[in-house]
């Protein structure tokens, strides 16, 4: 009797009772490791495992949002502004730029086996894409051009759709890129 109640007391205390609760604002991933099935739990509410033999991993399903601005990083979210280096070789940067992204909820199974479980997919993807394409995508036009409206909005559709597919790779959707028109030197 003393064992499972030392045990029970032990099972308790970090978490692994059998009974998860799933809110509204995240998806779950219910890991077989018997068998090595995984199940996306999209639908809030309170679901039962096997201890040991299964786990439950909770991810953050709400609207992320990745600012780019002021000169040093303060999260993983909030990184120092864009500079880029125009086709002409000179430079311009966005002061505030931001990008909107969400788990993609019945891609799940894919952001838990790239990212880990918790807020992998907000450090690792977000921030191994963005400031790359971005630069590559605005690079391309001189200073001149991208003040220019037209080649100022297909440098972000294109930075849009580059963004959208690298990281639907990998279960996270891209929302929107909000920004700003660039500033010069």
Partial sequence: VALVIVVGGLMAAMGKLGVVSVSAEEVAVKMNYVTGNRTVITTPGYQIYLPF??????????PQKFDMEGKRAFSYNHVPFLTVRAM?????SFDELE???AITPGDAGEVIDDSGP???????????????ILRDEFGRYSAVDVADPTSYQAARIASEERLREMLGQHGVELIQVICPKPRFD
């Fill in 53 to 62: 033999l299964e786990e439950v991993f909770k991810l953050d399903r709400t």
């Fill in 99 to 101: 990008i909107q992204y």
């Fill in 88 to 92: 002409d070789g000179s430079n311009f």
């Fill in 118 to 132: 918790g807020d992998g997919f907000k450090r690792e993807w977000i921030h191994a894409f963005a400031r790359s």
